[in-house]
Structures are given as C-alpha cells and as structure tokens.
C-alpha cells in the first residue's frame, strides 16, 4: 500500500507564493513519476506538473513559467513552488505517483488534496 500526504496549502494573494509537498510512504520499490494535478468546482482533475524518471519534467501550458516541481529522492518527497499566483489557479491541488511496489506490480497512488485559495 502506498500513501501520499500533501501539505502546505493556504491562502494567498494575487502575485503571492505558495509551496505545496508531498510525501510518499509505503512498500515502495521503484517511483517512476511523482505529479501534481488540481481541480477547480464544476472542472475535471488537470496535470499540473509532472517529475518523471529520470528527471523529465512537464508543465501545463498554463502554471509554465510560474511554478516549479522538484523532487527529494531521498525523502520521497515532492514539492511544487507556486509563484505570481493568479487567481484562476484556485483549486484543490493534488499530489500522484506511480511506483512499483514490494509485489512488482505498478500502483497509481493519490493524496488527499490540499487547497489553494488565491484572493485579494
């Protein structure tokens, strides 16, 4: 089994930062992407950005020059750097990862969400 637990979510003014984190537990073998994706009401899940194995990393289009996803092998761990925050980037933000665990088989993992509030 695996868990992802996300943390540092809040309320932050338009052109303001925020840093989210995530970290991975569990029988964990092998991590070949760690991801963020967010939903807004009345819209479906989007990717954020994605660290792939191998240190591939994937923006959408529209957070692409604004936020930052970085990993910590070591701890497992994820985080997502939130800078000249809009306030269309409102949302619950949350963490994925797709691992290979003690059994060899492939697990897609899903933290609980955490949410991103922007607002003046």
């Known amino acids: ?10 309320l ?4 303001g930062s ?4 995530c970290v991975a537990s569990g029988s964990i073998v092998t991590t070949y992407t760690m991801a963020w994706y967010r939903q807004s009401p009345g819209k479906g899940r989007e ?3 994605v660290f792939m194995m191998g240190d591939k990393i994937f ?4 957070v692409k020059g604004r936020f930052t996803i970085s990993r910590d092998e070591a701890k497992n761990m994820v985080h997502l750097q939130m ?14 990862a797709q691992v290979v ?9 899903w933290g609980q969400g955490t949410l991103v509030t922007v607002s003046s």
């Open 1 to 10: 089994q695996v868990q992802l637990v996300e943390s540092g979510g809040g």
């Open 12 to 15: 932050a003014r338009p052109g």
């Open 18 to 21: 925020l840093t989210l984190s």
């Open 47 to 49: 990717m954020v950005a």
């Open 59 to 62: 923006y959408s289009d529209s």
């Open 83 to 96: 800078n000249n925050l809009r306030l269309e980037d409102t949302a619950d933000y949350y963490c994925n």
């Open 101 to 109: 665990d003690h059994t060899g088989q492939m697990v897609e993992a």
